[in-house]
């Protein structure tokens, strides 16, 4: 149903009278029944003022939104906007300590097993991934299951959570044409991979799928045997004999070989500092994140001033970051932020910098803080919006970061890490398909106004410098 039917229906099933809906919305009469038909479209000030004028459902108010988004967008990429949102929603929480690998329960002897159901392939996983020791010299996991595959993700993720010395090899396929979600999917699952130090290795073929069986395209490989399943989860082997288990391997190993790993764990900021510039070309930047990010504010003496001596080659470090800042400096006109309103109050608080951590940085002493909150001000109307909380959720330590016209790229951050340079993991994408679903994202945000408005955003600076001057 289009945008103008489903208006229509509200309008109907509302007992209110189009005449009635006409005078409250303040919208022409003759110009609705032309938006009934499809025959116009309803401008996007209008369709707002609507929404907030008419007594719709909080249900209504959402399907009337995909409806006249998915005009604008087309259906493919609302989706795919919408994904990132609950995507995003899911990381922010992502609560690990619900998960647990369960005990077995079944038991499998023979060298060759047939498995006929979704519980037996279920059992199988958990008898294979439970043989594994961590101990060993070189437990690993060979794998190339579907994000799609819940299960699955979810057996083979609180498996490694309790094993984070195992060696895991999650090979994925990403969609050449990427008309649906498929690669967002690929990404942001990998992530809470990531997070735990484990890599997601990826090609783009799809025509030809890596896979060690045709009959079973899907498989789990181990030193202590191999499982092969089908698309459905319904039908697969449980191979336990060793020397079909190690040509398993063999192939498995050919299979990585080909790929690319997705996700990039620095050794340091100039590690960092070379993929970006091999990979961004435009001097213009799109930060979508809950902290706040200042460093195009920051000088030479405030970067000396907060890092401690405990600081690794403290000289070096300082000089080689704040040339990083100058070379990455341009027009503040060409840097657009998303951040949240905790972000900014957690900064105004206690001073410190996301890619300083409190282990080896002092706070910024008030006076640097109120300048830099004063340059947020002064540049909040053309360049930071405050997201609202409640609508949209922005996970702590995942960051979205997009550079016009072909890169963006993701990174994040570990709670036990002792010194993170600007996100211990960075998941780089040069895919021109990729980079627009997360433009469009952000241009859904700012086109449905889940931001402050201009007059509360220069409310909220300004109280949060007040609090810091008194």
Not at 1 to 30: A, C, H, P, W
Not at 31 to 39: A, H
Not at 78 to 90: C, D, G, R, V, Y
Not at 156 to 174: D, K, P
């Amino acid at each position: 149903m289009n945008f103008g039917e489903l208006l229509k229906q509200y309008i109907n099933d509302s007992e209110t009278s189009v005449r009635l809906f006409s005078k409250i919305t303040d919208l022409n009469r003759g110009w609705l029944y032309n938006i009934f038909s499809g025959k116009k479209k309803l401008p996007e000030d209008k369709f707002h003022n609507m929404l907030n004028q008419f007594p719709f459902s909080t249900v209504q108010k959402k399907l009337l939104r995909d409806a006249y988004y998915e005009e604008i967008y087309g259906v493919d990429n609302h989706t795919k906007i919408q994904f990132i949102i609950s995507e995003l929603k899911a990381l922010t929480l992502q609560n690990d300590l619900e998960l647990f690998f369960p005990d077995k329960t079944q038991k499998f002897t023979k060298n060759l097993t047939y498995l006929s159901t979704a519980e037996q392939l279920n059992n199988s996983i958990i008898t294979l991934l439970s043989a594994l020791s961590s101990n060993e010299k070189t437990p690993a996991i060979y794998c190339n299951f579907s994000f799609e595959q819940k299960n699955i993700d979810d057996l083979i993720y609180s498996f490694l959570l309790q094993h984070l010395n195992m060696s895991f090899f999650h090979i994925v396929n990403f969609d050449n044409i990427g008309s649906d979600i498929h690669n967002l999917r690929n990404i942001f699952r990998s992530i809470k991979y990531a997070q735990n130090r484990f890599n997601t290795f990826y090609y783009y073929d799809n025509n030809h799928p890596f896979q060690l069986d045709n009959l079973f395209p899907f498989f789990i490989v181990t030193n202590k045997g191999a499982i092969l399943y089908n698309k459905l989860l319904n039908n697969g082997l449980l191979i336990l004999e060793t020397s079909i288990v190690n040509e398993l391997i063999k192939k498995a190993k050919s299979i990585l070989s080909q790929c690319m790993p997705l996700v990039l764990f620095p050794d340091s900021i100039f590690q960092i500092q070379q993929h970006l510039a091999q990979n961004i070309e435009q001097p213009f930047e799109i930060s979508i994140g809950v902290d706040p990010c200042p460093t195009k504010y920051l000088t030479l003496d405030i970067l000396e001033d907060i890092a401690k001596d405990s600081v690794p080659d403290k000289n070096y470090f300082v000089h080689r970051y704040y040339e990083w800042i100058k070379l990455t400096e341009t027009d503040s006109q060409s840097f657009l932020y998303l951040n949240s309103l905790e972000g900014f109050i957690n900064f105004a608080q206690k001073g410190y910098l996301k890619s300083f951590p409190e282990k080896y940085a002092n706070p910024l002493p008030v006076r640097d803080r109120i300048h830099i909150l004063q340059k947020c001000l002064e540049s909040s109307e053309k360049s930071f919006y405050l997201v609202d909380n409640s609508k949209i959720f922005l996970p702590e330590n995942i960051h979205i970061k997009l550079h016009p016209p072909y890169t963006n790229l993701i990174y994040g951050s570990f709670d036990t890490s002792d010194f993170p340079y600007l996100g211990e993991f960075i998941i780089l994408l040069c895919n021109n398909t990729i980079l627009s679903d997360f433009v469009n994202f952000k241009d859904y945000l700012i086109r449905n106004k889940f931001y402050l408005n201009d007059k509360y955003t220069q409310l909220f600076f300004n109280d949060l410098i007040l609090k810091l001057k008194t």
